[in-house]
Nanobody, 121 residues
Framework: QVQLVESGGGLVQAGGSLSLSCTVS????????MAWYRQPPGSQRELVAG???????NYADSVKGRFIISRDNAKNTVYLRMNSLKPEDTAVYYC???????????????WGQGTQVTVSS
């Protein structure tokens, strides 16, 4: 069974930094794209940043220049470094990974359990 285990998050003052990590565990063949999403209170889930298996990244306009996504393929782990945090970054952050359960199977999206990030003004 594939699982995504997140760590990090918490409470920080505006202007501060936090780091998140997410590791894919279980039995699988490979991990394709990995990403971080967030869901602010009362809002829909939105893409924050994504990274392909070979390191190509993309960011939401709202976090460009402040957040950095990276991954370690040997550890099946994706990271999100969040700098210059703003109160509007407050949300539950979810890890997402496209996982191939077998070598020739289609990738299937898995989600982490979510971790709360709260930025105080």
């Amino acid at each position: 069974q594939v699982q995504l285990v997140e760590s990090g998050g918490g409470l920080v003052q505006a202007g501060g930094s936090l780091s998140l990590s997410c590791t894919v565990s279980g039995r699988f063949a490979s991990v394709n794209g990995m990403a971080w999403y967030r869901q602010p209170p009362g809002s829909q889930r939105e893409l924050v940043a994504g990274v392909t298996w070979n390191g190509i990244t993309n960011y939401a306009d709202s976090v460009k220049g402040r957040f950095i996504i990276s991954r370690d393929n040997a550890k099946n782990t994706v990271y999100l470094r969040m700098n210059s945090l703003k109160p509007e970054d407050t949300a539950v952050y979810y890890c997402n990974a496209e996982v191939r359960n077998r070598s020739f199977s289609l990738p299937y999206p898995y989600w982490g359990q979510g971790t709360q990030v709260t930025v105080s003004s």
